[in-house]
């Protein structure tokens, strides 16, 4: 089932609601000959986050008219994915990067709202900051917070920061607190700029605190106490208090 409505002026929201059939692709090819006739480009936001499944006969019907949707990506201004299927998430920042020219925005089903905002054009922004500064009242403690998903951009703010907050007087211990992480881009991962920065960063603390995350944050902690010169502890999301009494130690 699928529903396409005009939310603003300049853009559409397409939701796709348990099976994905072949008169669903229909409808999408029809609207794409619609928009594409009318010379229109504007902003889509594509909410898969109720799709159960799709079958092979609505994949075929798409890749028959596969050039009048190709035609209307190109016009599109703002492209937002929403879906809470990690490996639809995935396909699509690959689908992506393998189309030159045509930028998605992908977002996990509770960042729907940051995704209306932008393709609406409330806000220039795909995405509020995911790294700011958490206030503990303790002047030897540097306290970040990480929630969302973490790009190139970001991820440099992050550090400088960071970097800032080192600076200060008897500031040597860090805290980092991870809740509602939706990953990185992979251009924040191997950016030497960024590598550069973060090893500066660490040479500069004495503790660091990691508190939340996936576990593989704590398999990647425990493998870099032995290349790292600050002691490095691992804390759940609960164990926040704990973490600061650690890092005072």
């Known amino acids: 089932m699928i529903d396409i409505d005009q939310i603003a002026p300049n853009a559409h929201r397409i939701v796709i609601?348990?099976?994905?059939h072949q008169a669903d692709a229909q409808r999408i090819v029809e609207f794409a000959r619609q928009q594409n006739?009318?010379?229109?480009?504007?902003?889509?936001?594509?909410?898969?986050?109720?799709?159960?499944?799709?079958n092979l006969s609505a994949i075929s019907a798409e890749l028959a008219h596969?050039?009048?949707?190709?035609?209307?990506?190109?016009?599109?201004?703002?492209?937002?994915?929403?879906?809470?299927?990690?490996?639809?998430?995935?396909l699509s920042r690959l689908e992506s990067a393998l189309l030159p020219g045509v930028t998605y925005q992908v977002y996990d089903d509770d960042e729907e709202p940051a995704a209306r905002a932008w393709i609406m054009g409330e806000t220039d922004?795909?995405?509020s900051h995911a790294f700011f500064e958490l206030?503990?009242?303790?002047?030897?403690?540097?306290?970040?917070?990480l929630s969302g998903r973490l790009d190139l951009e970001q991820a440099k703010r992050g550090v400088e920061l960071v970097r800032q907050r080192l600076e200060q007087p008897d500031c040597s211990r860090l805290l980092l607190v991870i809740r509602s992480w939706h990953g990185f881009d992979m251009e924040a991962m191997f950016n030497g700029d960024l590598i550069a920065g973060k090893f500066d960063v660490i040479d500069s603390i004495e503790r660091y605190a990691i508190v939340g995350g996936p576990g593989w944050v704590r398999t990647a902690a425990q493998v870099a106490r032995n290349f790292?010169?600050?002691?490095?502890?691992t804390f759940d999301l609960y164990e926040q208090s704990e973490a600061v009494a650690w890092l005072e130690g």
């Open 17 to 20: 609601m348990e099976e994905f």
């Open 37 to 54: 006739a009318g010379g229109k480009g504007g902003n889509l936001l594509l909410d898969l986050t109720a799709m159960a499944t799709f």
């Open 66 to 90: 596969l050039p009048t949707l190709m035609q209307l990506l190109y016009k599109l201004d703002r492209i937002a994915i929403v879906s809470d299927d990690e490996w639809v998430r995935n």
């Open 125 to 127: 922004e795909p995405r």
């Open 135 to 145: 206030e503990l009242g303790k002047p030897g403690i540097a306290a970040f917070e």
């Open 228 to 233: 790292i010169t600050p002691k490095i502890r």
